[in-house]
T-cell receptor, first 117, second 115 residues
Framework: AQKITQTQPGMFVQEKEAVTLDCTYDTSDPSYGLFWYKQPSSGEMIFLIY??????QNATEGRYSLNFQKARKSANLVISASQLGDSAMYFCAMREPWMDSSYKLIFGSGTRLLVRP | DTAVSQTPKYLVTQMGNDKSIKCEQNLGHDTMYWYKQDSKKFLKIMFS???????INETVPNRFSPKSPDKAHLNLHINSLELGDSAVYFC??????????????FGPGTRLLVL
């Protein structure tokens, strides 16, 4: 069965510094996708970044980058130049195999990030 | 111009009641989903619909019944509400196509509290 593990329940980072949130995954399917979502205290789920298993380069979106290490089965999120607004819960998720134009997202348990001024 | 919207945002009700949560997306996506987030923040899929057809149906009590009147709407009806149904329910949608169209975009969530 597919599995996502986030081992850091909580983290602190100083404003303007970079931070890495860890995510490891387990799957036997050669085709998969990895996602990161942000959930601020207001509760909504905000899509941040996506990495496909066949993508040659690590995904980047503004201050977010995904450090994809396929052999290690890790997909860590790197946030550069942290801002106070980055304080939130961050979820790593993996796409299960497609089922006729749908797929399940399997989520990790989340990491709560607090940015200190 | 909200992409995925849900109503209501908050729902407080008594045990045994029946309630519905509505979801609408204006992204032109073909596939919509319902997820449940429990009190420990764990997120799990419940259902998915593609173009009004039920595709994914997880092990969910049959008190939960999704309905999709058209591909832009997916509603969730819950009968005989129980205390354990208290959670945040998220609607999401995706294009339903691999290679760039697979990102799921979530609604703001509906916080259900059963007393």
């Amino acid at each position: 069965a597919q599995k996502i593990t986030q081992t850091q329940p909580g983290m602190f980072v100083q404003e303007k510094e970079a931070v890495t949130l860890d995510c490891t995954y387990d799957t036997s399917d050669p085709s998969y996708g990895l996602f990161w979502y942000k959930q601020p205290s207001s509760g909504e789920m905000i899509f941040l970044i996506y990495q496909g298993s066949y993508d040659q380069q690590n995904a980047t979106e503004g201050r977010y980058s995904l450090n994809f290490q396929k052999a290690r089965k890790s997909a860590n999120l790197v946030i550069s130049a942290s801002q106070l607004g980055d304080s939130a819960m961050y979820f790593c998720a993996m796409r299960e195999p497609w089922m006729d134009s749908s797929y399940k997202l399997i989520f990790g348990s989340g990491t709560r990030l607090l940015v200190r001024p | 111009d909200t992409a995925v919207s849900q109503t209501p945002k908050y729902l407080v009700t008594q045990m045994g009641n029946d309630k519905s949560i509505k979801c609408e997306q204006n992204l032109g996506h073909d596939t919509m989903y319902w997820y449940k987030q429990d009190s420990k923040k764990f997120l799990k899929i419940m259902f998915s619909y593609n173009n009004k057809e039920l595709i994914i149906n997880e092990t969910v009590p049959n008190r939960f019944s999704p309905k999709s009147p058209d591909k832009a709407h997916l509603n969730l009806h819950i009968n005989s509400l129980e205390l354990g149904d208290s959670a945040v329910y998220f609607c999401a949608s995706s294009q339903g196509v691999a290679g760039g169209g697979e990102t799921q975009y979530f609604g703001p969530g509906t916080r259900l509290l059963v007393l």
